[in-house]
C-alpha cells in the first residue's frame, strides 16, 4: 500500500483564493482525519469522517473551512477564502477501528503545506 | 514584534546514549496510548503502542512505560542513533471515542 496520499505537496496562493487539498486514505481504513500543524498551536484536529460521514467538526476553525468525503477513496478540504492566518501543514491521516493495534492505528500522509500570502 | 508559539521541549543526547521523552496525559479515561515519531517536512509516523492495561510495552530499541496512577507516559530510546532526531508525540485515546489527542511534542537533536 501506498499509504495515505496528499496533494499538493505545497500551495502558495494569495489570500481571498480558494484552496482546495486533496487526500486519498488507506484502502480499507474507514475513518479518515483532517489535522492541522502550526508552530501557535501545534497539531489540532479540524474533522473526523467515519465510513464518509462527517462524524465530528467541532475543529473546524469557521465557516471559510469545508471538508467532504465523496468516497470511500477521497477527500477534500476546502478553504474559501484563504486568508494569511491559515498558513500551516495540513495533514490527513486514515485509520482502521481504534481498537486494532500497531500501524494500522492512525496513519498520516506526508502533509500538504499551505502558505497564503 | 515578539513572536509567540509552542515551546517545545528539547532534549540532546550523545550518540550511542539511550534517550527517555516524557509525557502527561490528562485523561484517566483514555485506554490506548501511542507514540508518534515526526521528521522535519515529514508527516507523524507510528513508533509503538501501549494499552492502559499494561505498564511496559518494547518493540525495536524502543520501550514505552506508563504508568497510569501519576498518569505518565515516557518512551526510552536505547543506543539513539543521528536518525532519531525528530519531534515524538504521545497521543491518548479515550475509550469513549476515536477521537486522537496529541501532546505538544518533544525535540529530540542526537549529537554525532
Given at each position: 500500500d501506498a499509504g495515505v496520499i496528499q496533494s499538493p505537496r505545497h500551495e502558495v496562493t494569495e489570500m481571498g483564493q480558494e484552496v482546495t487539498l486533496r487526500c486519498k486514505p488507506i484502502s480499507g481504513h474507514d475513518y479518515l482525519f483532517w489535522y492541522r500543524q502550526t508552530m501557535m498551536r501545534g497539531l489540532e484536529l479540524l474533522i473526523y469522517f467515519n465510513n464518509n460521514v462527517p462524524?465530528?467538526?467541532?475543529?473546524?476553525?469557521?465557516?471559510?473551512f469545508s471538508a467532504k468525503m465523496p468516497n470511500a477513496s477521497f477527500s477534500t478540504l476546502k478553504i474559501q477564502?484563504?486568508?494569511?492566518?491559515?498558513?500551516a501543514v495540513y495533514f490527513c491521516a486514515s485509520s482502521s477501528p481504534?481498537?486494532?493495534?500497531?500501524?494500522?492505528?492512525l496513519t498520516f500522509g506526508a502533509g500538504s503545506r499551505l502558505t497564503v500570502l | 514584534g515578539e513572536s509567540v508559539g509552542l515551546h517545545l521541549p528539547t532534549l540532546s543526547v550523545q550518540e550511542g546514549d539511550n534517550s527517555i521523552i516524557n509525557c502527561a496525559y490528562s485523561?484517566?479515561?483514555?485506554d490506548y496510548f501511542i507514540w508518534y515519531k515526526q521528521e522535519s517536512g515529514k508527516g507523524p509516523q507510528f513508533i509503538i503502542d501501549i494499552r492502559s492495561n499494561m505498564d511496559k510495552r518494547q518493540g525495536q530499541r524502543v520501550t514505552v512505560l506508563l504508568n497510569k496512577t501519576v498518569k505518565h507516559l515516557s518512551l526510552q530510546i536505547a543506543a539513539?542513533?543521528?536518525?532519531?532526531?525528530a519531534v515524538y508525540f504521545c497521543a491518548e485515546i479515550p475509550n469513549t471515542g476515536n477521537q486522537f489527542y496529541f501532546g505538544t511534542g518533544t525535540s529530540l537533536t542526537v549529537i554525532p
Open positions: 462524524i465530528d467538526d467541532s475543529g473546524m476553525p469557521e465557516d471559510r477564502p484563504s486568508e494569511p492566518r491559515d498558513s481504534y481498537l486494532a493495534s500497531g500501524a494500522n492505528v | 485523561n484517566s479515561a483514555s539513539t542513533q543521528p536518525g532519531d532526531s
